[in-house]
């Protein structure tokens, strides 16, 4: 089989993570423990499986941590064997995914679209997978949606093709919004997209189908980041990039995660809740006990 020809992740992490304070003023929300592991790392793990070899990380102020979870620790590795703590080690074992990791700054916040574009130096004219790090696909991470999306996008020569989940029609408010064509293709994989709008009303939505964390980019779409104006909150969006792409002839692609697969969204305490109790109750050593426990609450 011919090598993918997208092998390169950005990983915007620089957001201020407001809407989780207290808990993000000093730690990104990006490391935020979900059951076992913090979100970054399966985001990382779920991309690696996808045949993802390089990270590139649009980090910010606070966003260290990051950093210095996906370094090598040998001293750490060396301190578990000498106490006798080897059965550890493999929880270390991501450390050594064979990929390579780059960081650069978002030296001001304005925004999504924004810190894509500070990828393009990096990105060097080579199409590219954007990944929101603060955002799980499927239990676990057990996703292999951006392998199919960036299938579709070499074999569709595609400029986009951007993953979506339907939600309830009053939460669209809270998302990037399709507008799709209404012919899907043949095997129903796909469909295009006539527009996409950022947080739309209810009443306005041309439908249900809310962005999911994970794009895969040709390098045109930074032309158009780089004239897209301040939208929604004031920040450069990423969808209004995507939405200038479209009406400049772009071939735009949307795929719906299959069914039983979801985003885990990370960014508000409600869903935050929810991903760490769903992570929590399918953890094979602790989640049948807490199963009992929550059981025991409940009564
Ligand atoms: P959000 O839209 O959740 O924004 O970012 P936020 O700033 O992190 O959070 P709130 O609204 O203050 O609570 C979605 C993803 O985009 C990244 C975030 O790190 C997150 O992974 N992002 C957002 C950036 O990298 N830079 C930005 O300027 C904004």
Redesign the pocket.
């Given at each position: 089989m011919a090598d993918q020809v997208v092998d390169i992740a950005v990983?915007?992490?620089?957001?201020?993570?407001?809407?989780?304070l207290p808990m993000?003023k000093s730690q990104?929300?990006?490391m935020l423990p979900v059951g076992r592991k913090p979100v970054v790392q399966y985001v990382v793990e779920e991309l690696v499986r996808c045949g993802i070899k390089r990270f590139l990380f649009?980090?910010?102020p606070g966003k260290t941590a990051i950093e210095n979870h996906f370094d090598l620790n040998p001293e750490l590795i060396q301190m578990l064997r000498e106490t006798g703590k080897e059965e550890l080690l493999r929880e270390l074992a991501f450390e050594r995914a064979a990929v390579d990791y780059f960081y650069t700054r978002?030296r001001?916040?304005?925004?999504?679209g924004?810190?894509v574009l500070c990828a393009e130096p990096m990105v060097d004219g080579q199409p590219f997978v954007v990944a929101?790090?603060?955002?799980i696909i499927g239990l676990q991470a057990q996703s292999d949606i951006v392998a199919r999306m960036i299938a579709v996008f070499e074999t569709e020569k595609a400029d986009a093709v951007i993953a979506f989940e339907t939600v309830p029609r009053e939460d669209v408010i809270y998302y990037g919004i399709a507008e799709p064509e209404k012919n899907w293709d043949t095997n129903g994989h796909f469909f295009a997209l006539k527009g996409i709008i950022e947080k739309p009303s209810p009443e306005t939505a041309p439908s249900c189908l809310a962005v999911a964390?994970r794009y895969v980019f040709s390098p045109v779409i930074f032309t158009h980041l780089k004239h897209t104006k301040p939208g929604k909150?004031e920040?450069i969006q990423l969808t209004d990039a995507i939405q200038r792409l479209i009406e400049s002839g772009g071939k735009v692609l949307g795929m719906r995660l299959p069914e039983g697969e979801r985003r885990f969204?990370i960014?508000?305490f409600e869903s935050y809740f929810r991903a760490f109790v769903e992570f929590a109750l399918a953890d094979e050593e602790y989640g049948e006990g807490l199963r009992e426990y929550i059981k025991h609450l409940m009564r």
């Open positions: 990983v915007p992490v620089a957001g201020r993570g407001t809407r989780l993000t990104p929300k990006e649009i980090t910010g978002q001001r916040q304005l925004g999504l924004h810190a929101l790090g603060d955002s964390a909150g920040e969204d960014g508000n």
